[in-house]
């Protein structure tokens, strides 16, 4: 039974660190140019740039490649050399997710790549411990990787299912990952960036446009300008025989943008 | 409080943008804004004040309990003919001659408040001599070079202790033949660099009631009419932004100069509908709160002219009031 358990620890070990690569590799941390906040409070200049630091792609790169390298060898080997390398990776992984909590309680571990982007809490530092504690019981488990696999027994199984369960319930990236599946994250339409030339192609392909085209009278609009996620655009037309205005509302969202419009008679005074 | 300015421009797009979305819903009941009037002195008594406002005299009665600001408490000396002041209304006030013009109707108005030659710098720090500091107010304002007196300085470095080039300043201070002279800081300033601000995420949802501090910038018979300098206005087309201004540390919608939006004054509970007439990049820099009534979230998300400061209830040489701010955007219904 205890060298099942053993046994358990080095697939479980080795699925965590494979996990930890791909996730590192595959999901990119968000914006990394923007500037946090702790309890509120604008992180000054020189936190900031450590911050920048520990987001650098090429230290997230050479960390996967680490943790890949080691998942790898527990599935190969079973050398002593690896497991205390395991161990003491993640007995220093559990001081940096301990002392992050502590020093920057706004920043996520970045365990999982740009998964881990939230702040870390007390799940990340006790899941920590407890692959600590995994990696010092894997130190004595007398088969490899693959070997366990080649001849899953039972308990092994169901160790590993009991396991991975509870390692499911301390990470906070899954919910991370099934938001972030569910919808793509875009700016909202208050307070995104559209250009001009934007709003113009939009208008152009409507067919509000195709509707008032011929009766607007003149290329150069009215008046241009935006409230939330319109953007307004008056054009002097003609129509029936009489002067009005025509202003069309196009939104300013990232995708299905669509396009409203309205007929309205020019006040003489308030025709600006 | 005047009503809200009605600029041509204004108007139409109101007008336009009603006939596609319908009329806006109007405010959420609250108490209504005081009036607040700004002009220049022509005369001054015990009893009576008479102003050059809006082109035409508009006179106020005088009483004991009228306050008067000129670089802290003044006197009846302070209302020299030619000085800038905001005067400030008793509510629903009654005791004296008005002559319509800003206060739009004939009527008794006594003084409550009265500041003399109130002027506020508010910007990034440029460079720092012995007495002074020159101040980049932004785009539209220009800058500025304040002088500290030596009695003001403590005040002022005890809520800007980085008085250094690169950093926020924020001082009220009172006009004086050698250019603005600081009385005493505006707000606390923030901790971090001009350039150094922490913008939300670009991915933040919008709310639709903005919390945070309300101040106010320019002067007393300044240039600008009564509105607001809001934080966000969009730069394309003829909105009125400004290219390079920081996005604030709230997510804000956008809007542009004409605007509308809905200013309550959280410690006093008034509120008004005010047009937004400038972009207001300054307050976009800073991140800062008031503590007028508790601590307002973190955030400059409005500045106010000095004429509609007051007449929220706000003190204008307190500084700020803690604030909502609702923006009037189109209400997407069923097309």
Redesign the interface.
């Known amino acids: 039974m205890v060298t099942a358990f053993q046994n358990s620890q080095v697939l479980l070990l080795a699925a965590v660190l494979l996990a930890a690569c791909a996730a590192k590799l595959t999901v990119r941390e968000?914006?990394a140019e923007?500037?946090?906040?702790v309890h509120?409070?604008?992180?000054?200049?020189g936190l900031?740039r450590l911050t920048a630091v520990r987001r650098n792609r090429g230290m997230t790169v050479g960390l996967a490649a680490g943790e890949g390298l080691l998942g790898l060898a527990l599935l190969v080997t079973s050398h002593l050399s690896v497991r205390l390398a395991t161990t003491v990776a993640f007995a220093a992984a559990t001081w940096v997710v301990g002392e992050l909590r502590v020093r920057r309680p706004d920043a996520g571990c970045g365990c999982f790549g740009g998964l881990s982007g939230k702040k870390v809490g007390r799940r990340s530092v006790l899941r920590a411990v407890l692959f600590t504690g995994a990696a010092v019981a894997s130190l004595g488990a007398p088969l490899a990787g693959l070997d366990v696999l080649r001849d899953v027994q039972s308990q092994v199984g169901l160790v590993l299912a009991v396991e991975l369960a509870l390692f499911a319930a301390l990470s906070p990236e899954l919910a991370e990952l099934v938001e972030r599946r569910r919808a793509p994250?875009?700016?909202?339409c208050?307070?995104r960036r559209?250009?001009?030339a934007e709003?113009y192609a939009t208008l152009h392909e409507s067919a509000e446009w195709a509707a008032y085209e011929n009766a607007v009278a003149s290329a150069v609009?009215l008046?241009?300008?935006?409230?939330?996620?319109?953007?307004?655009?008056?054009f002097a037309a003609r129509v029936d025989d009489r002067d009005v205005?025509i202003?069309f509302?196009v939104s300013?969202a990232g995708q299905d943008r669509?396009v409203?419009?309205?007929?309205?008679t020019p006040?003489p005074?308030?025709?600006? | 409080m005047p009503s809200p300015l009605r600029d041509a421009r204004s108007d139409a797009r109101r007008r336009r943008r009603a006939a596609v979305f319908g009329a806006p819903p109007g405010l959420p009941a609250a108490e209504p804004p005081l009036r607040a009037v700004g002009g220049i002195v022509l005369d001054a008594s015990p009893h009576l004040l008479a102003l050059a406002a809006g082109g035409t005299e508009v006179r106020f009665a005088m009483s004991g309990d009228t306050g008067i600001w000129h670089g802290g408490r003044g006197g009846l000396a302070a209302l020299r003919p030619g000085r800038p002041v905001i005067v400030r209304l008793k509510e629903g006030g009654a005791g004296a001659e008005g002559t319509g013009g800003p206060l739009g109707g004939r009527g008794v108005f006594v003084a409550d408040r009265v500041w003399v030659d109130i002027r506020r710098v508010a910007g990034t720090i440029l460079a720092c001599g012995r007495d002074t500091v020159e101040v980049d107010m932004g785009a539209h304002r220009g800058r500025a070079r304040v002088v500290i007196p030596p009695h003001a300085l403590q005040r002022v470095l005890v809520r800007h202790p980085r008085l250094e080039p690169g950093y926020l300043i924020d001082v009220i201070c009172v006009g004086s033949p050698d250019g603005p002279r600081a009385v005493r800081p505006g707000t606390s300033q923030p901790g971090y660099r001009a350039d150094d601000l922490a913008a939300p995420e670009a991915t933040a949802p919008v709310p639709g009631v903005l919390r945070g501090t309300a101040t106010w910038f320019g002067e007393a018979g300044g240039e600008t009419p009564d509105g607001a300098a809001y934080p966000a206005v969009d730069s394309e087309g003829a909105a009125g932004g400004c290219a390079d201004a920081p996005s604030g540390c709230v997510p804000f919608p956008y809007l542009s100069v004409g605007s509308l939006i809905s200013v309550r004054n959280e410690c006093g509970g008034r509120a008004a509908a005010v047009p937004v007439v400038e972009c207001g990049c300054t307050a976009a820099r800073f991140c800062d709160r008031c503590v007028e009534c508790g601590a307002s979230p973190r955030g400059r998300i409005v500045e106010l002219t000095p004429v509609a400061f007051a007449g929220l209830g706000g003190e204008l040489d307190a500084g700020c009031f803690n604030a909502s701010v609702r923006p009037d955007l189109p209400v997407e219904g069923p097309w």
């Open positions: 968000p914006a923007a500037p946090d906040h509120g409070v604008p992180v000054p200049a900031a994250a875009e700016p909202p208050e307070r559209s250009p001009l709003t609009p008046d241009v300008w935006r409230e939330g996620c319109r953007r307004f655009v008056v205005e202003v509302a300013t669509d409203r419009a309205a007929v309205v006040e005074a308030a025709a600006v």
